[in-house]
């Protein structure tokens, strides 16, 4: 009996989802998180996964093996000096996908990929509290006061 291969295809050809999934994994070695669809991010995953094992062992081969996805100089240099320092002897698991608010436009489901030992996951501590508010408000009272001063 054929079973299919559990891969998202993103609704994209095989080049393009490829291309897609390379320039992602890409950015997220250069900024670390980035915010895209749910369904792009598990994918993502999938793929900066296997880069990272593969850079853990530091080797040329494993370099030249990464650079065949990863074209840009300057994720290969952050990978291998950053990242794998900061993942060395972590036994997988090197990003995390947290799920956000469905996007305004099409309600499509959205998601923020990171490497995990970078950010650490959005806490209730960091939410604007309603003192943060006041502060917002008291601060637009005095631009609108010196705004009507000057004017006068």
Do not use: C, W
């Not at 850079?55 to 290969?76: P, S």
């Not at 000096?81 to 060395?88: N, R, S």
């Not at 960091?126 to 508010?133: E, F, N, S, W």
């Amino acid at each position: 009996m054929r079973k299919g291969k559990p891969v998202r295809k993103l609704g994209r050809t095989a080049a393009h989802r490829k291309a897609t999934l390379r320039n992602l994994s890409t950015q997220l070695l250069v900024y670390k998180r980035i915010e895209t669809t749910e369904a792009k991010a598990k994918e993502t995953r999938r793929v900066v996964e296997k880069i990272i094992t593969k850079a853990r062992k530091g080797t040329v081969h494993a370099q030249r093996e990464i650079f065949k996805d990863i074209r840009d100089k300057q994720a290969i240099r952050m990978l291998f000096e950053d990242i794998v320092a900061k993942v060395g002897t972590r036994n997988g698991g090197y990003t995390r996908v947290i799920k956000l608010a469905p996007r305004f436009g099409d309600a499509a489901k959205m998601a923020v990929i990171e490497l995990v030992d970078y950010q650490e996951a959005p806490s209730a501590s960091q939410k604007p509290g309603k003192q943060d508010r006041a502060k917002r408000v008291k601060g637009s009272k005095k631009i609108a006061e010196t705004a009507v001063s000057s004017a006068e």
